[in-house]
């Protein structure tokens, strides 16, 4: 996909996994989350659940895989991006960053067991080193 085509696939927001790093001898931790996307600064954004129960460890500047997928015109796409969390606070990141995050969609999933008001998140940013997309080919036969 190119640029113009994973964005629209990204949209403001939806759902994907992000694997945090774990000791050596035990695989990452990989977590469905909700995602906002910010196409103009291509930043991810995200409601992070914490405190007691939570096995993300901590966050920040944690290296991080985030992997969106799903069909889209009939095709299966895919987009991974990696890079390190940056916490979201106002006296942690830009004017410019707390703007982006106001104009994407994080969708509020209720997976908790309990209200989800009364469930401790924090907001934290991915401005990926790296994103790589795929789409489904068509193969004629």
Known sequence: MDAEQRDAFLGT?????ISFPSSADEPPHA???SYGYDQSERTFYFRLAV???SDKGEATDAP???VVYGRQDD???SVVATG???????SSVATESLEGLQQVHIPLVDIFGRPVKDVPFEFYRLVP???TSRAESSTAT
């Open 31 to 33: 977590v469905p989350v």
């Open 129 to 131: 080193d790296e994103m």
């Open 75 to 77: 095709s299966w796409r």
């Open 84 to 90: 390190k969390l940056e916490e979201t606070t106002e």
């Open 64 to 66: 991080v895989s985030f």
């Open 13 to 17: 927001g939806g759902t994907g996994v």
């Open 51 to 53: 405190g007691p129960g």
